[in-house]
């Protein structure tokens, strides 16, 4: 089967990811603080269904690469299906997975536990494919990778928070623990989503760069 040149469709798909993502991430964590939970949950439902669509186009992508191996025709790319439509799938189960979960009312949290160990799995896909230099841009796809996996992980906090101060206010049972509806130490968290929302823009600049140098070479020279 002959390769087919899909990679910057899908990494202008993961820029648009972060983007929304940083976007309502930020608006919910506004009006939280001004205590009004029915405007954060509004502006979280908005972002979850845009979200779920992204993550739908990317599980697309995702699973007619595992089933076809598009990429494994082009001389010396038998391993870049494995390596870049897994990560894809498994991305895209997480955008759906959460999307549904908000949607549905039901808790985030183990959205963002499955985010912990899909992250662990990117940060290795990163680790490895970069000592076998698989890539004609190692550093970075590995860059791309890191930020990605460490951004998945700290989506567990961040879920958590939805599900204790967003969510769980106005859905009884809806958090992990009875909690208040404000929390009790506001600095733990806003070094939590401080630190998810430097992820996502880490990963939003790594896709951009990326995206800018796929883009550059392909368009110039497609294959």
Known sequence: MAFLDDLSFILDLLILVTALVFYTAVLVWFETRRKDTAR????????ALLLGILGGLLGIFGLWGELTWPIAGFPGATSYDIFFFEPVLMLSLLLIGFAVAVWYRLPTHFVGLIGVLVGLAILFYGVRAYQLNLTQEPLQTLLLYLAFGGTAILAYPATL???????GPATP???PLPSNPVP??????????GMFLLGVILAGVAAVGYGITVAWAHLGAPP
């Open 40 to 47: 954060a949950n509004t502006h979280l439902r908005g972002g």
């Open 184 to 193: 009790d130490y506001p600095w733990l968290w806003r070094v939590l989503v």
């Open 173 to 175: 049972g809806a958090d």
């Open 161 to 167: 928070y939805v599900d204790w101060f967003v969510v």
